[in-house]
């Protein structure tokens, strides 16, 4: 078992930058893959970033891309997101995930590979 908890969301403005976190507990001597999605309300859970166990490989959604950075911390079994020039439609709830893995280059940004989730925390970008 992984356990996943978010920090670091809040209330911003646009054009203003927020870093969410990924605590990961359990099973830490395992290698895996991890990724961050979103949903805004009244609407479907949507791929945001993704990285590898080795950050070899990364995938980032076309309306993140240049703004958001993904990265791991694997001395503090943390994983982040590096959210830069915020816009009021990036407000939703962010969740981490993980995959547990056996192979240390490979990502997805299919939300049905991950094996667990965290519980999300809000980020909200006023205008």
């Known amino acids: 078992q992984v356990q996943l908890v978010e920090s670091g969301g809040g209330l911003v403005q646009a054009g203003a930058s927020l870093r969410l976190s990924c605590a990961t507990s359990?099973?830490?001597?395992?290698?895996?893959?991890t990724g961050w999605f979103r949903q805004a309300p009244g609407k479907a859970r949507e791929f945001v970033a993704a990285?590898?166990?080795?950050?070899?490989?990364?995938f980032y959604a076309d309306n993140v891309k240049g703004r958001f950075t993904i990265s791991r911390d694997s001395a503090q079994n943390t994983f982040n997101l590096q959210m830069n020039s915020l816009k009021t439609e990036d407000t939703a709830i962010y969740y981490c995930?993980?995959?547990?893995?056996?192979?240390?280059?490979?990502?997805?940004?299919?939300?049905?590979?991950?094996?667990?989730w965290g519980q999300g925390t809000q980020v909200t970008v006023s205008s």
């Open positions: 995930a993980v995959r547990i893995t056996t192979s240390p280059g490979i990502s997805s940004p299919s939300a049905y590979w991950y094996d667990y």
């Open positions: 990285v590898s166990w080795n950050g070899g490989t990364s």
């Open positions: 359990g099973r830490t001597g395992s290698a895996y893959a």
